[in-house]
């Protein structure tokens, strides 16, 4: 489907007016919905989702929206609304929850870099099946740019344009659990097409 088509912009621009509310709401809504790993301790479990909505600032909201419109552009696909929102509630627990069980230094999170990074894996996946060789070229990039992470972890010039620390682990995370909901997918649609004995 070509990437300028209305159908394929209605569901991530909800999702993006969606960042774009809670980025308005500034430091309190941000308090409320952050990975706080003292918080999520204390009960408040909404957090291992909600993280992945609230950002540092206006830069860092704002290259996640960028991201969100690059996706699209690479990555064109109509898409249900209930189905985005399950990918990034599947993907945003999920890296949230490897984040706490993971990563024991960490206390504070925000932001749909992780997200982001597994969206582009479920968008890229299916291109690769058809053999589209800029989208293996652009997966290829992604893992490569994951690996390099964990290595060398982000530039600093990164760190001080956003005002805080790049949590590389989010986004290896964030592609992993994109890559366990594309295998459960993928293993529900063999179930469907499966003939009724």
């Known amino acids: 489907m070509p990437a300028f088509a209305v159908a394929v912009w209605r569901a991530p621009l909800l999702l993006m007016a969606l ?3 809670t980025e308005l709401g500034g430091a309190p809504v941000r308090a409320l919905f952050g990975f706080d790993r003292t918080a ?5 479990w909404w957090r291992l989702l909600t993280a992945n909505f609230v950002h540092l600032g206006w830069y860092h909201w704002f290259l996640n929206e960028l991201g969100l419109v690059v996706l699209v552009l690479l990555c064109p696909e109509r898409i249900r609304v209930l189905t985005l929102l399950a990918r ?3 993907i945003g627990i999920l890296m949230s929850l490897c984040l706490y069980g993971y990563t024991p230094g960490l206390s504070r999170y925000v932001g749909m870099s992780g997200v982001i990074h597994g969206l582009f894996v479920l968008g ?3 291109q690769v099946r058809q053999r589209d060789l800029v989208s293996m070229g652009c997966l290829a990039f992604l893992i490569g740019k994951l690996v390099f992470e964990q290595i060398a972890g982000a530039p600093l010039s990164d760190e001080s344009a956003i005002g805080g620390h790049v949590v590389t682990e989010s986004h290896l ?3 992993l659990a994109a890559a366990l909901y594309a295998a459960l997918d993928a293993g529900r649609a063999r179930i469907a097409r499966r003939p009724a004995s």
């Open 19 to 21: 960042l774009l509310l």
């Open 40 to 44: 999520i301790e204390a009960g408040q």
């Open 88 to 90: 990034v509630a599947f």
């Open 124 to 126: 890229l996946l299916p």
């Open 173 to 175: 995370f964030g592609a």
